[in-house]
């Protein structure tokens, strides 16, 4: 039997993922705590086990499946798991204090992980679909080397926590038998514990320091470094204000969207390149929405049309943007006064069959205070070396905006941004 889907305000911050958000769920029968990456451009629910300990957990449900999962920096490998799940919050049919427990939900324990894979995060809850979220069957591999019982918990295989090593690991997994998992907000909407649809309210893209050498817990304090995510909901929170603005996503990859063009102040639209055809099978459309991502990545030729209406507007800005650390993996900043006193302009995202544009002003594409007190970060990049030519819209840079994922509005489901409140 089906519950009633509820609506669960749950409190997020962004200093434990480098920017990106985290929320706390409670795993197993001793309900450890674990903060994880809400990240709708992955799939998978996982967590190291340092703080889970798999071992102690007298709900766990072993598998015969194995994951190994990549990202664009860090991955890691390790046993499929059936165990409870509870998450805490303000439930706008409850009360401000309620639980939700699902009692046999998958996980990913990943016993070998790169380091930091997960910043300072204890996991991640990929919030994409099915497609992202591969397992391997290794039955037959147990039988024919007589491992019994035939599950991957305990972790039967030494795999080094290198990235080649994982790398190496998936190559062997692929021999055996693939298949796509039901995420974790798939399982719970199926289950009714919640409507098909979340929310996201976010602040900043980088981790706020109003001052130096802060506290994590003085970090995590700053209303700045503080959101909700809404599980089940969102129109229905007093949090927005005016009318959405509603992007159709085209298909179930990631959040996957068509982005028409891109415009400088009062300049004219920039044309988004189309994905390359080579891509078309994997990657689908030329532009995915990532609230694993804190910042927003174009494609080299549409990056470099934004230099150029920079120049056209004062060439100082794309001076200082040339003069911008490249990225090396790590957030980097330079001094606020090298950047504060320049005519910054604001930036519009037009995206296919929607009327109104997405605007970020500086506010958002240069981060204050970020990585450090007095530095700026800049939230705008080129193509990296090992994506295709399609845009990363890092949803933390929308801050200026409320945003539902309707994964339930035909055809294939509609994000929609509402200004915040101040």
């Known amino acids: ?12 911050t962004n200093v434990y993922a480098n920017g990106d958000y985290t929320m706390d769920v409670l795993i197993g029968s001793e309900q450890r705590k674990a903060r994880v990456i809400l990240d709708t451009g992955s799939s998978t629910f996982a967590v190291h086990p340092v703080n889970y300990c798999p071992e102690s957990d007298h709900y766990l449900t072993p598998t015969p499946y194995a994951q190994d999962i990549t990202y664009g920096l860090g991955g890691w490998t390790g046993p499929l798991v059936k165990t409870a799940i509870t998450l ?6 409850r009360g401000p204090a309620h639980t939700i427990t699902a009692a046999q939900s998958h996980l990913a324990v990943a016993s070998q992980e790169q380091p930091h894979a997960f910043a300072a995060a204890d996991g991640i809850l990929g919030l994409a679909y099915h497609g992202l979220n591969k397992a391997f069957n290794l039955q037959d591999y147990f039988e024919a080397h007589q491992v ?50 979340f929310a996201f309210v976010t602040r900043r893209s980088s981790v706020h320091h109003r001052a130096a050498d802060l506290s994590t817990q003085a970090l995590e304090q700053d209303p700045l ?31 996957n969207v068509e982005l028409a063009a891109i415009s400088v102040a009062n300049l004219a639209p920039r044309s988004a390149p189309p994905l390359a055809a080579k891509d078309e099978h994997l990657y689908r459309t030329n532009a995915i929405l990532d609230t694993g991502a804190s910042a927003i990545v174009l494609p080299a030729s549409l990056y470099q049309a934004l230099l150029e209406d920079f120049s056209t507007i004062d060439e100082r800005l794309a001076t200082c943007i040339k003069n911008y650390p490249v990225f090396n993996g790590q957030e980097q900043g330079i001094a606020i006064a090298d950047m504060i006193d320049l005519p910054w302009p ?15 002003s500086a506010k958002e594409y240069w981060q204050l205070n970020a990585p450090e007190f007095g530095q700026a970060s800049f939230k705008l990049f080129s193509q ?20 539902i994922f309707d994964r339930a509005a035909p055809p294939r489901g509609q994000v929609k941004f509402a200004p915040l409140y101040d």
């Not at 994982?166 to 796509?180: G, P, S, V």
């Not at 995510?229 to 969102?234: A, E, K, R």
Request: aromatic letters at 18%; glycine letters at 6%.
């Open 1 to 12: 039997m089906k519950s009633t889907p509820l609506t669960l305000k749950i409190p997020i």
């Open 148 to 197: 019994t019982p035939a599950v991957t918990f305990p972790w039967p295989f030494p795999v080094q926590p290198t990235h080649q090593a994982i790398a190496d690991f998936k190559k062997f997994l692929w021999r055996y038998q693939e298949q796509d998992i039901q995420p974790l907000f798939t399982e719970w909407e199926q289950h009714g514990y919640c409507a098909n649809r």
């Open 88 to 93: 805490s919050g303000e439930c706008s049919q």
């Open 225 to 255: 470094n503080q959101g909700y995510f809404i599980l089940g909901g969102g129109e229905e929170q007093p949090l927005y204000q005016g009318e959405f603005i509603t992007i159709p996503v085209h298909d179930h990859v990631y959040y």
């Open 346 to 360: 604001d930036i519009q995202f037009w995206f296919q069959e929607v009327a109104a544009p997405l605007t970020i």
């Open 384 to 403: 990296l070396a090992h994506w295709p030519n399609q845009t990363i819209l890092g949803l933390p840079i929308f801050n200026p905006y409320f945003t």
